[in-house]
């Protein structure tokens, strides 16, 4: 380990002075570019509605990806996984990195390759951060329809990218002042009940499972000290069902990314604010650690989630975390012998029955922070949804991340209790892909 360190340190150093961008490989990279090849060679698109359909039955076992087994990959039992030893593979998006720093290349792979030369008995090698790099050794073929439908779904945000660079030229129809609406077509069949739009969910899943590779072991080594962790997931009527499932799949995310020595607790907000016990937590309020069975029993309790009619109580949302809290701290402190680490990831779309209702939220959090002995983040997930219109529901919850009291003639708690979240700044969830969790 320490050699490798020291290595990235090198690799750091150099691309300070270089600037240069690092090589990055997908481990979809060999199927996406035999796929290629072989849609260069029909002169056809990547996929068929007949691939889709069966991939989407969960049943794909087509040439396209099982043969790719045996053409780039063998089976190692130490693994027991499908490998290719001579490559490193990146988990994540296929974009550049310009902005920050990934080992990510050549020269790792070969201090890898140089690792397990020498201790045999060591597995998986990976380099990770928070800004969402996962390089992993030795490069292996995800699991089965994962590269497919990746590859799909890069083919759709290039064809949708270049329908929005070309819209200007779509064909409309006037209104006889000169202006001009969008053509609509009667009858056309919903974009949900297409091939190339219901493999969506099948895709989101198989991701999910994918990117949570030792996502719990970097949280472990980057925040050692126990944390308490309260997760207020909003299903007010204000959601639509993508929102609900974009929350669905940030809580979960974050649920998995924590470890055994953390609490963890989730808060079911509409009008009202739920707290799921489990069968290891007795008390409405107590806190269960974040182990294999919580974790299994909060996903399911998350998956079974539905919208509510009735509006979200942002307020109630926040003040029984606060009393989960409270109940919970000293005995985890006393536990830990040491200062708990004290988190909120608040998940909505932050919508207000009024404007004035942001002032009671903030008053609250002041309040909190007056009273108790602790400091907290509080870490908001703004729900997107590209179909409709944004209005002040990002402000809200940015105010709520920066702990912005002046704005709202709130009295300040003392300066040494504010924490902002992560450069103050709302993550905006856009799609049920999750981007890296950050905490301060």
Known sequence: MEITGERIQELFKQQLVSNLTSTYMSCCDFFTSELVKKSAATNNLYTNEHDLKIANGGNF??????????????????????????????????FGRPHFFSPSGPNLTQQFQANLVQFPNIKWQYFMSFMGVHTEYPAYLPPNNYCFLHTINNEQVALKAFAADHAAADVTVGNGNGGGYPKRFKGSKSKKHEPKYSHKKAYSELHQLFVQRHRENLFTSALPQSKLVVIVIDRGSALTEHQLNIAKSVAKYILNSLSHRDRVAIVDLTSEAVHPSTEI??????????NYETKHMYSRYIDDMVRSHNSTNHHLGFQRAFEIISANYQQLKTEVKAEPEIFIPYISRGLLASLADAKPVMELISRQLQNCSYSFVINCYALIDETKPIMYETTFLREVAMMNFKKFNVEMPPSNKIRVSFGGAVLKMTCSLIVPILFS
């Open 61 to 94: 076992k087509s040439s396209k990806e099982q043969d790719m087994k045996s053409v780039k990959y063998q089976f190692d039992g130490h693994f027991n996984q499908w490998i290719n030893k001579h490559y490193a593979c990146d988990i994540g998006n296929d």
């Open 281 to 290: 937590c007795f008390s409405k309020l107590e806190l269960a650690y974040a």
